[in-house]
């Protein structure tokens, strides 16, 4: 054994020794020993073995610009050479500013005009969920504190996201979560026991948000909370007059609209934020991932002047008690900077547009030459691709079935790196830079990952 693969023997037993990884169990470490990333350029990632693989979940969702980009490491460092790190409280520092007023600019289509930073996008999404309590108690209706949101929601894993979360797999080992939260059906075309007729669906599922803050009480409902485009629980697209009729309801019942646009903000839809993709302004934004490509954790909680109005007249001071030591951190604020350069001098919405086209038109086929598959499904580089034990059931695969995580090892022998989101799904997630080539590569070797499975 030579001295570079007992160094590899060694890093592997510590792993499944000491390192717990989220969303799995603590032995599984053991049984299956997870892929060991050492190395990262573009849309690949390379392991410590040295084998290249085709990144096509961008980290996860995040790594917009690509991995290893040198303007947002000269960012980072620049900064590292001034100050690396103060907090935000009462201080402030010259990237959080800048960035501050970025944010501002890039999500004015939006409305957004105040930014306040967190370390993520779970954080970002407890801020939004605490603004609107306290907004509602400054404008003089304290009892409107419930949470409506959506089945197969994914809003990060805190209390209060986690109480917003539409899926009972996140749920149930950490009940109870907060009261006041509910959940109604999505607008999931592929799912659905009510019509297979998009522009249908999406009125009989905005009803349905109606009839909820009906049933709940108008005046104690403070926001509804969903992704655009819903992500981790099933990348579930809605039809196009579902958004539009959210607005109109939240503002029918003067409920407050909070966008969790953790996964959708900064192009990977196909425009700059889901909302605007769907023509509709936001009260409230959650935003993460994408802001700096993930090089280091950042989020922020935007919102409007309307929203900002009821702070302009309270007195006593109320100040906003919600914040954390690393919100604004100048690392991570300098490379969102750089980051968000990029995102406009390349034009990564119009990329994400063009590409996610491309990808998805070479994907269509696969219900037809795969029975395993269901459905493929996306919009801009967010795409889907559902397995099924039987296409006319549409039943999924579970936790116990083989299946789905014999696709992503063969897509790994492959040189693919597949993520599978949930037991029954691979998404399809790469940095918004990819190019046409690499997304005709990437195609062709999910081609030949389900030939196999096939064979
Ligand atoms: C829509 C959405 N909201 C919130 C989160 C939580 O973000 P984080 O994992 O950075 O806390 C995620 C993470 O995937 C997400 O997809």
Redesign the pocket.
């Known amino acids: 054994m030579n001295t570079h693969t007992a160094k590899q023997y060694d890093v592997r037993a510590l792993n499944a020794r000491h390192h717990v990884h989220p969303m799995a169990d603590p032995k599984a470490n053991r049984a299956q020993p997870p892929l060991i990333l050492a190395g990262g350029s573009g849309c690949y990632v390379t392991d410590i073995d040295g084998k290249r693989y085709l990144d096509s979940a961008a980290g ?2 995040n790594v917009i610009v690509g991995h290893g980009r040198a303007e947002v490491k000269a960012a980072i460092v620049e900064q590292l050479d001034r100050l690396a790190y103060y907090q935000i409280q009462g201080l402030s520092n010259p990237a959080a500013i800048e960035l501050s007023a970025r944010l501002a600019e890039l999500f004015a289509w939006e409305g957004m005009t105040h930014v306040l930073f967190s370390s ?6 407890e801020g939004a969920l605490k603004l609107v309590r306290q907004y509602w108690k400054l404008a003089g209706e304290p009892a409107r504190t419930k949470i409506i949101s959506l089945e197969y929601g ?5 209390f209060g ?1 986690l109480s917003a979360n539409g899926n009972a797999q996140y749920r149930a080992p950490y009940e109870p979560l907060m009261p006041g939260f509910t959940q109604i059906p999505s607008p999931y075309l592929y799912r659905n026991p009510w019509t297979r007729d998009p522009l249908e669906l999406g009125r009989i599922a905005a009803n349905l948000l109606e009839q909820e803050i009906q049933r709940q009480g108008t005046r104690t409902v403070a926001a509804f909370l969903a ?1 655009p485009i819903q ?2 629980g099933g990348l579930i697209v809605p039809p196009p007059n579902y958004w539009p009729l959210v607005r109109e309801i939240c503002d029918r019942h003067g409920v407050l609209l909070i966008a ?1 646009e ?2 959708t903000a900064f192009g990977r839809p196909g425009a700059m934020s889901g909302s605007r993709l769907w023509g509709v302004k936001p009260d409230i934004m ?1 935003i ?2 994408g802001i700096n490509s993930g090089y280091v ?1 950042l ?1 922020a909680t935007l919102w409007s002047d309307r929203v900002a109005k009821v702070w302009e007249k309270t007195d006593p001071l109320a100040p906003i008690m919600h914040g954390y030591t690393y919100s604004g951190h100048a690392l991570a604020c300098a490379a969102a900077n750089a980051t968000l350069d990029i995102v406009v001098r390349e034009d990564l919405p119009g990329n994400a547009a063009a590409r996610g086209a491309e990808l998805l038109a070479r994907l269509a086929k696969y219900p037809e030459c795969y029975p395993f598959v269901g459905d493929v499904r996306g919009c801009g580089l967010m795409v889907a691709v559902d397995f099924v034990k039987s296409q006319a059931t549409k039943e999924p695969f579970t936790a116990a079935d083989a299946l789905p995580s014999k696709i992503s090892q063969i897509g790994r022998s492959l040189g693919l790196m597949l993520r599978l989101a949930g037991p029954s799904r691979i998404v399809l997630s790469p940095p918004l830079v990819i190019t046409a080539g690499e997304t005709a590569l990437l195609a062709d070797l999910l081609d030949r990952t389900l030939d196999q499975a096939l064979a």
């Open positions: 996860l969702w993520g996008g779970g954080d970002a999404v994914y809003h990060g894993t805190h996201g992704e992500g981790a969790d953790v996964i959650a993460a991932k954790p989020g």
